[in-house]
Structure formats: structure tokens, C-alpha cells
């Protein structure tokens, strides 16, 4: 019976969630509505893209296709969509960005996929996207990082740069602003920053915005060493040594995956944390990873709200629903990438609906596009509104992390834990980041 | 100064095993093997299978039936991919060695998935349980110490055998000039399947060492195959020496490199390896 009524519950909110609200969409049923369409009554085909195997695949690729499963499952239980059972193929994102074009002409001109949903490497991210106009198809980028994917090379910059191509989440300027105000607020004495992070796009451009961020804040803070290891590294020792001696107030890093879990650990044995304090962009995973040898009082970031105990199961029943459904099918809390894959599943999804409750029969993808752009929905993190410029725009939850009882690894303390609003941390549609955060009057 | 230089130490004693491993292979049958990173992640897979299954008893000694584990999986395993894969294409050009171990990698990769999921895998209780040493007034992990420790011994043994036995005198002989070894009669098929389960062997330990300071994960011997080949290419493809001095340099470089020119972390060490190529292309101590 318990199990029924969560059913219910979850019917009830993601059907509030599939009719969306339209926040500014230009999309008119008069455009659109003039002749009724069939909905065809074969299976929707959907590609969904995660790293399979590779050192991404444990603590991304791998969560993030069990919930592209998990909701494929949920949402062909409820009748799938408009009455199209769902049909899911998981694909293995390796290989790089060459064959990840290639796989993905396969899947639209060969396949006749209805929608790709994937995607973790940022530069994954930008070689795909572009193939969504260039090939008519719809495709979401769920869990890749930059913010260069859908900027421009200037402000002001034209938007948005592909008619098919969205990103349902935000990107990682949310997660280095949201550590650099909550650094001014419970830290406003730091003078001195480093920073570890791996040494390709992602690290890069995660420490540029939080490096300008930090300048904005803290005039006169003084950079004591940026350390580049490549990604995949088994080896942080000589990072650690080189931490160590810098004098930092703050080490900042983004690595991520096994590399976070081995440079951590190896940073535990040699005494890091007695030295300086980490802020991990991405640090919500690790503290499960690594059990109760993480330690406290680090900064962590989670990608937006996506946290197992928030938002609160008492005040928003789909986190509860969610975290609960997925431990059950997997034994474990779900981490930000699953969050990631259920908002790309739940975005196209509410666009197909709500582009056919305007059109009276299946859409074509630009009609899911337009119902796309201006998108709000409840996911299981709080709202999420897909902005004019297709990218996701989210709140962001940064805090500190402490050992608590009841559980076998530090969770954030409930008591320094920060929701900074997606207002503060995102750059409004047609300005690049960077040049947002100069524009801030501290 | 003195933590570099014991980073830099460790980092090496792991390149050794690894870069051993991968130029006894070499040496001996002429094979470049790109599967040794899989190797290495089999190595790191199984110890952390092990360690995980004996997490009640006490991490010295899971660590020891790991590292035993750990190579004799990896050996055997070496020993059937040399029946099956590598000898139909010993004297076969170099693109079918390249195109059939990359295969045996791939292949293998996905064997460790079938076996033991994608999930990442821990076992980090022997280098919990070690602490710290307090050496020189500096305080460093004693699991590093006996990292390099247990690499000296490891290499001090495979240097006897390749020295002082007969085994090893034969498998030099056959490095030295193949076919002069078989026309003496010395065994080859048997002593190259030896060399390969002795190779596969070293790269199991390296990743049964590594796994307690970093999680087994699916691709995890890519780094080590990548930082293994350098060492060969400065070292010498073929010889021991070579492996120990290359490695050495390279662990060093790198560590003195983080420190100093934090930018050029890789930059210096493939610059060194051109630098090395462009002067003497067989490298340090390799066959002119």
C-alpha cells in the first residue's frame, strides 16, 4: 500500500511537472494547431549516451544510465508518453568526441532515433550538439559541464546557438559561483586560494570562473599555485607536497571521479587537511565514495540542489520519492548525475506533452524545441527552467561537510548548508559568465 | 625538497613495476604490448576483490594474499593471452601486434566488467591501517615506504632470476638474438610464455600496490601503460637497467616538475623522452 501511494504521489507531481509552466515560451497553439495529428503507435526510440565503461563510468555514466533506465521503467508503468511506450538503448560514451559524432549520425540518420539524451564530457557536448541542427534532431545534453557550450565568444552574444540542442541542466558556473559566496560568507577572511584541477576544459574553465569570482569578491586575494594533473592520474603525492607548502587559505578543485576519490585519499595520508581547507565544485559524490575517512568541514558543491537530503523528503515529496526508488532498485542514495538524467528525461518529456496538447497530435522536434525553450518543471531537486538560451538554469547547494550520526559517511551539516537562488549564480541568456560576474557591484 | 624526492620515488617505484613488466615483454619476444594497462587494472581489480573479501581479518595480511592474487591471476592470464593472441602474430609485422593487443585491452576491459561490474571498487584498509612515518621531522605514509620497499625487493628478484638462473640467462640469450637462440636449442615457445606470464605478472603487482591509495575503475591502466611507455622509450626498449634509471628519472621529473613549472607537469616529461630520442633513438641503455 505504501509503495502505491508513493506511486501515486510521484503521478501526481510529474504530471504537474509534464504540463509545465510556461515561462515566456514563444509558442502559440494558433501556430501550431491548425490540422489535428496522428500519434504514431510505434514505441518513442530514445539514445541515451553515459559513459559505460572508462574511469567515468562508476560515478557518472553508470548512475547516470541507471536512472535513464530506471525512469524509462516508472514512466512506461504510467503508459509512456502520449501512450508511446518508451523504448531506451543505452549507449557507451567512450571513445571520444570523433566517435561520438559518429555514433550519434548513426543513432539520428540510421536508427531514426525521436531524441538523444547524453552526455557527461564537455567536449563530448560540443562536438555532438551542433549535429541537432545540421541533422533536424533533437538532442539533450544531461550532465556535461561547460559554460562555453551554449556562450558566446563576447557579450552580448546571439541566442540561442542551436534550434535543437539544450542542455537540462545549469553549468558549472553555478557550482565555482556558488563556492565563492559561500566562501565571502562563512569564510570572509581568506587571503590566500589555490587550485588542483584536471587539465582539459572542464578544469580550466571551472577555475577561471572561480578565480574571477574569488577576484570580484575578495579584491587583492593572492593565487599561490593553479596545479594541472592530467586526467585518469593514480599519483596526486607531488600535488599534495606542492598544496602543502602554497600557504593556501582554500584549495579549489573539480576533479571529479576516481580522481577526486584517489586524491583525496592520498591527501588524508599525507596530511592535507591538517594544512588547508578543499572546495570541491563537485564534491557531492566523494563523501559516499570515500565513507567516513572523508573528512570535515571541506566545501562541497553539488551541481545544483542535487543532494539526497535536499530538498527536505517532509517538504518536497518527489526528492524522497526519487532518493527511495532509486536505493531500492540500486542500493545506493542517488548522486548528482542521476538527478542530471532524470531532469534530461523529465524535460523531454513535459516538452512532448505540452508541445501536443498544443498541436493535438506527436510533434515534430522543433515543435518540442519551442515547447522546450521557456520550460519550467519540478524535478526532484526543486524547479528547474530551461532558459532562452536552451541551457538549464537551477538554485545551487554548497556546504560544509560533517559527520553525522546515523550515517556511514559525512553528509553537509544541516546547520551550514546554503541554497544560493538560480538568480545569483547564473549569467542571464546573451551574457558570457565571466563578464557577468565583472559586472557585479560588490 | 625531501617530500619531492620521496614522491618522486614512489611515483617511480610504480612506473618501474609497470614499465618492467612491459619491456621484459618487449625484450624477450619483441611485442608491444598495448594490453599491459588491462594488466594492470586486472592486477588492481583482483587485490581489491581480495582485500574486500578479507576486510574482517587484518590488512597486512589481506594486502599479502592480494599481491599474491593479484599476480598469479595476471600471470595466468598472460600466460593464456600468449597462447591464444600473441603467438600466431609473433613474426608478424608490427601493425598486427599493435592491432591484436589493443584488441586483447578492449576485450579485456570488458571481461573485468563481466566479472566484477562498473562500479568503482575500494580497499583502502592497508593504507589506513599504516599511519604516518615521521622521517627527517617530516611526516610521511608508511603504505609509500613499503611501496617502494617491496619494489626494490621485486626488482632485486627479477633481476636474479633474469642473472643468476638458468631461465634467465636463456631468456637474455633469446633478447639478445632470437634465432641464434633457437638454433642452440634454447626452448622458445616455453621461456616466451614465461617471459609473458613474468611481464603480466609485474604489471598485476603494480596494480594490486596502487589499489589501497586509488579505486579500481574501469580504465584505470591507461595512465600507467602511457607513463610506462615513456619510461621505455627513455630507458631503452628492452633493458632492465633502462627501466630502473628511466623510471627513476621520470618519477622524479614529474615530482620536481609539479613543484617548480606546475604548467608543464607532462610537457616535461615528453620533452625529455624527444630529447632522448633525437639523441640516441635506441634510448639510454637500449641495443644500438
Known amino acids: ?442 | 625538497m625531501v617530500l619531492y624526492i620521496l614522491n618522486g620515488l614512489y611515483f617511480g617505484a610504480f612506473l618501474f613495476l609497470t614499465s618492467l613488466g612491459l619491456t621484459i615483454i618487449l625484450g624477450v619476444m619483441g611485442i608491444l604490448n598495448l594490453a599491459h594497462g588491462s594488466l594492470f587494472a586486472l592486477g588492481a581489480f583482483m587485490a581489491a576483490w581480495t582485500i574486500g573479501l578479507l576486510a574482517t581479518g587484518p590488512p597486512s595480511t589481506a594486502l599479502v594474499l592480494a599481491i599474491i592474487c593479484s599476480m598469479a591471476l595476471t600471470a595466468a592470464v598472460g600466460f593464456l593471452l600468449e597462447r591464444s593472441l600473441i603467438k600466431p602474430i609473433i613474426r608478424r609485422p608490427l601493425e598486427y601486434q599493435l592491432l591484436i593487443t589493443f584488441g586483447a585491452l578492449l576485450l579485456m576491459e570488458d571481461l573485468i566488467k563481466l566479472v566484477w561490474g562498473g562500479e568503482a571498487r575500494y580497499a583502502s584498509a592497508p593504507f589506513d591501517s599504516m599511519g604516518r612515518a615521521s622521517l627527517l621531522g617530516l611526516e610521511y605514509p608508511w603504505y609509500f615506504v613499503f611501496v617502494m620497499a617491496f619494489t626494490a625487493l621485486a626488482g632485486a628478484a627479477v633481476w636474479v632470476v633474469m642473472a643468476r638462473t638458468r631461465a634467465g640467462i636463456m631468456l637474455r640469450a633469446i633478447a639478445m638474438d632470437r634465432d641464434m637462440a633457437e638454433a642452440m636449442g634454447i626452448p622458445i615457445k616455453r621461456l616466451s610464455s614465461l617471459a609473458f606470464m613474468l611481464g603480466a605478472s609485474m604489471a598485476g603487482l603494480a596494480g594490486a600496490l596502487m589499489v589501497p591509495t586509488s579505486p579500481a575503475l574501469l580504465g584505470i591502466g591507461m595512465e600507467p601503460l602511457i607513463m610506462a611507455f615513456i619510461v621505455v622509450v627513455i630507458g631503452g626498449m628492452g633493458s632492465l637497467k633502462g627501466a630502473v634509471v628511466g623510471s627513476l628519472l621520470v618519477g622524479q621529473a614529474r615530482s620536481f616538475g609539479v613543484g617548480f613549472l606546475p604548467e608543464l607537469e607532462m610537457p616535461i616529461l615528453f620533452l625529455i623522452a624527444v630529447l632522448i630520442l633525437i639523441g640516441r633513438p635506441q634510448g639510454m641503455f637500449g641495443k644500438g
Not at chain 1, 491548425?34 to 567515468?56: Q, R, W
Request: charged residues 20%; contains cysteine.
Open chain 1, 1 to 442: 500500500m505504501a509503495g502505491r501511494l508513493r506511486r501515486r504521489e510521484f503521478v501526481k507531481w510529474t504530471g504537474a511537472g509534464a504540463l509545465g509552466v510556461a515561462t515566456g515560451a514563444t509558442f502559440s497553439p494558433r501556430a501550431y494547431g491548425a490540422t489535428k495529428k496522428e500519434v504514431p503507435k510505434g514505441p518513442i526510440k530514445i539514445a541515451a549516451v553515459s559513459f559505460l565503461t572508462g574511469a567515468a563510468a562508476a560515478p557518472f555514466g553508470i548512475p547516470g544510465d541507471n536512472t535513464f533506465k530506471m525512469m524509462a521503467d516508472i514512466y512506461n508503468q504510467q503508459g509512456g508518453i502520449l501512450g508511446r511506450k518508451i523504448e531506451l538503448k543505452s549507449y557507451d560514451e567512450a571513445g571520444g568526441a570523433d566517435a561520438q559524432v559518429k555514433l550519434a549520425r548513426k543513432l539520428i540518420m540510421e536508427d531514426k532515433v525521436d531524441v538523444i539524451l547524453g552526455y557527461i564530457s564537455s567536449g563530448d557536448c560540443k562536438a555532438v550538439l551542433p549535429l541537432s541542427d545540421e541533422l533536424g534532431a533533437l538532442i539533450v545534453a544531461y550532465d556535461c559541464g561547460s559554460h562555453e557550450l551554449l556562450e558566446g565568444e563576447k557579450s552580448p552574444f546571439k541566442y540561442p546557438k542551436y534550434t535543437l540542442g539544450f542542455r537540462s541542466k545549469a553549468h558549472l558556473g553555478i557550482d565555482n559561483i556558488g563556492l565563492a559566496l559561500m566562501i565571502k560568507k562563512y569564510l570572509p577572511n581568506v587571503k590566500k586560494i589555490a587550485g588542483i584541477n584536471p587539465d582539459y576544459a572542464w578544469g580550466r574553465e571551472s577555475w577561471r570562473v572561480f578565480e574571477v569570482a574569488m577576484k570580484k569578491l575578495f579584491p587583492g586575494i593572492e593565487v599561490t599555485v593553479t596545479l594541472w594533473p592530467a586526467l585518469g592520474a593514480t599519483d596526486y603525492t607531488a600535488h599534495i607536497t606542492t598544496l602543502m607548502n602554497s600557504g593556501a587559505d582554500i584549495v579549489h578543485s573539480s576533479l571529479w571521479g576516481g580522481d577526486a576519490v584517489t586524491f583525496t585519499k592520498q591527501a588524508i595520508g599525507m596530511g592535507l587537511f591538517q594544512k588547508t581547507r578543499m572546495a570541491y565544485s563537485r564534491g557531492e559524490p566523494y563523501p559516499q565514495e570515500l565513507g567516513a575517512d572523508f573528512p570535515e568541514d571541506q566545501l562541497i558543491c553539488c551541481a545544483g540542489t542535487h543532494y539526497f537530503l535536499y530538498p527536505p523528503h517532509d517538504k518536497w515529496p518527489l526528492n524522497k520519492w526519487f532518493v527511495e526508488e532509486y536505493h531500492k532498485r540500486y542500493n545506493k542514495y542517488p548522486t548528482y548525475p542521476c538527478y542530471h538524467a532524470y531532469q534530461a528525461f523529465a524535460v523531454y518529456k513535459a516538452a512532448v506533452e505540452k508541445a501536443a496538447s498544443l498541436v493535438g497530435g506527436w510533434p515534430t522536434p522543433e515543435e518540442i524545441a519551442a515547447a522546450m525553450k521557456g520550460l519550467a518543471i519540478e524535478t526532484p531537486s526543486g524547479y528547474l527552467h530551461i532558459d532562452q538560451d536552451h541551457n538549464g538554469r537551477e538554485d545551487v547547494l554548497v556546504g560544509f561537510t560533517k559527520k553525522v550520526e546515523g550515517y556511514p559517511f559525512p553528509i553537509l551539516d544541516p546547520k551550514r548548508m546554503e541554497v544560493f537562488p538560480a538568480h545569483m549564480v547564473n549569467a542571464p541568456a546573451g551574457v558570457r559568465t565571466e563578464d557577468w560576474i565583472q559586472s557585479w557591484k560588490v
